[in-house]
């Protein structure tokens, strides 16, 4: 079942418990640790413009922009991402090509990220490290782009976009999108009392993780896209009075990160441009797609070209079968041969020639 399908029985479900007078009580999940656990140290807090939630310490939130622990339900005090606060509505991310529900984080180009794809993958860096803002990706080597196939992705295509990371078990060979894993649970976090570690964050595929595991922030990951549909229905029903009060709140907040953006020291980037093909950004893609379809072309056939093909010279250890691999295989290993049986004779031509030469440098 697609996530729409579950999305649609959650709320018939949800809908006949109304009826039957059964209210449940909402529960928040953090869009990027996916749990559900919260407290006045570590709140689970949402954003009153696209209805996210997160916790305090994972957004890094702190106590000064916070104000308290209640801030995000309280009737005075709204908070807000820091999309909506630049008035950026389901961005692109730099890192995967994933459009939905999650929390973002611009980087220090002007660019967007997933914040759980900064955190996951190797190599991005924050400017702002408490507040873990300003994530940069130059330190990151472009290589690392296009260069693994997701296994989880939904649309094929999109498999070669972005920046993949690679299950963390000991010679296993699954790469996977940061969001495709948090969408299949596959995501883990290192918790505070266990023993420090280089890297907090780390990700096992579906072989390697336990299944009650996955079962459960999987249903914590539906459950955090539904609270979010739920969220701009009653943002559509609320009143006008509080949707002006919000509005008003949210022009003061856009002034202020404005003007803090606007006021921070240049970046650094790097001087000399790297080059980078245009099929590993998924915002470029998607663009190319849509171009190819406005234009009447198929665009089903393009990713069976690309992974039947492959690096034919790697694969020897294809097994004999009537399928494109091997035959392609086949016809490269032959030509090869030939090739090599030509250039045998001539080398052995020369050996020759070379052997002559030297036999009348002796005898001179």
Request: proline share 4%.
């Amino acid at each position: 079942m697609t996530v729409t399908q579950l999305l649609e029985q959650a709320k018939k479900k949800q809908a006949l418990e109304l009826e039957k007078g059964i209210e449940r009580p909402k529960i928040l999940v953090c869009a990027v640790c996916l749990g559900d656990h919260s407290d006045d140290l570590n709140e689970i807090v949402t954003c009153d413009g696209c209805s996210v939630s997160v916790h305090e310490g994972c957004y890094g939130i702190s106590d000064s922009i916070s104000v308290s622990s209640t801030v995000s339900s309280s009737s005075t005090e709204p908070w807000f991402c820091d999309a909506c606060k630049a008035g950026v509505d389901n961005p692109p991310c730099e890192l995967c090509p994933n459009l939905g529900y999650t929390i973002f984080k611009e980087t220090e180009m002007g660019r967007w990220v997933h914040l759980v794809c900064a955190l996951y993958i190797p190599g991005v860096a924050f400017s702002e490290v408490d507040k873990l803002s300003f994530p940069t990706l130059f330190e990151m080597p472009y290589s690392r782009w296009g260069s693994k196939t997701c296994t989880l992705c939904e649309d094929e295509r999109f498999s070669r976009t972005g920046v993949c990371i690679g299950c963390d078990a000991g010679m296993c060979r699954a790469y996977f999108h940061v969001t495709c894993a948090q969408r299949e649970g596959l995501l883990s976090e290192v918790n505070h009392g266990e023993a420090d570690q280089a890297d907090p964050y780390y990700a096992h595929c579906k072989l390697h993780t336990d299944r009650e595991l996955i079962r459960r922030r999987k249903r914590n990951w539906l459950a955090l896209q539904l609270h979010m549909k739920q969220g701009e229905a009653d943002k559509l029903g609320a009143a006008q009075e509080t949707q002006d009060r919000i509005q008003r709140k949210l022009s003061r907040y856009r002034d202020k990160y404005l003007f803090n953006k606007n006021n921070r020291p240049t970046p650094w980037y790097p001087t000399q441009k790297m080059p980078r093909a245009l099929s590993t950004s998924a915002s470029l893609f998607r663009s190319l797609l849509h171009k190819t379809e406005l234009m009447g072309l198929s665009t089903e056939s393009q990713p069976a070209q690309s992974a039947n093909v492959g690096d034919i010279r790697k694969k020897w250890h294809i097994p004999p079968a009537f399928n494109v691999e091997f035959i392609s295989y086949y016809i490269d290993r032959t030509n090869r041969l030939s090739e090599m049986k030509e250039r045998l004779d001539q080398l052995l031509t020369e050996n020759g020639q070379l052997i002559q030469e030297e036999m009348e440098l002796r005898v001179r």
